[in-house]
């Protein structure tokens, strides 16, 4: 445990190399004492590890093996959270089909478990999905299921990532008037909780409205 703690702390310090050390050593402890729990997470956190250096097939490969382990043990949350971020990886690559396919996997697994905050997650990347396949009306669908979600169960930094994503699903779709109260909505939000990177997102996405505006 203390071998993976230091893992995750370099890996939050971006020193990936020395991460990833920590990592397979401590996946090795794992294999050694027949933890496959612990197996199946380290194999998680070395494809993060790898994502996180844009090395994408091998974040796959580890990935892949940390599914192959969740089926094994009956993890369904280690299952529906490596899911997750094979979607990603495959939205980075533009495969967004592909990505729609991983992040539907594991919505039916955070539904079924009833975790709500988790399904918010995979309703927005599917919204965003879906937008980037230009299947806006799919993608708005998804972004309200994501919001209505996060205002359930009062998920405030997710509700202002959520408003980002619904005004961008209007500057996408040309109606950059509509698209305002959503940045401005997030704005606000954010500012209130301290959340920088929306907080930043939002006056982004403002300028882009505005010189949309300005161009009618």
Known sequence: LLVANEALRLAEQANYPKSLEYYFKSLAISQEIGD????????????????SQNELEKSLEYYSKAVEIDKEIGDDKGLADTYINMGTIYDDRGNHNMAIQYYDDALKIEEKSGDKRAAS???????????????????????????????????????????NSIG?????????????????KSKAISKEIDAKMHMKNSYEYLSIAYDGLNDF
């Open 121 to 163: 997650v995979c309703y927005k990347n599917i919204g965003a999905a879906y937008l980037s396949l230009n299947k806006h009306q799919t993608a708005l669908a998804y972004f309200n299921a994501s919001l209505r979600t996060r205002e359930e169960i009062g998920d405030q930094y997710g509700i202002a990532s959520t408003l």
């Open 168 to 184: 961008n699903y209007y500057i996408e779709s040309g109606d950059f008037k509509k698209s305002i109260p959503f940045f401005q």
């Open 36 to 51: 496959a729990a612990g197996v199946a997470i380290c194999y998680s956190n070395i494809g993060i590890v790898y994502h």
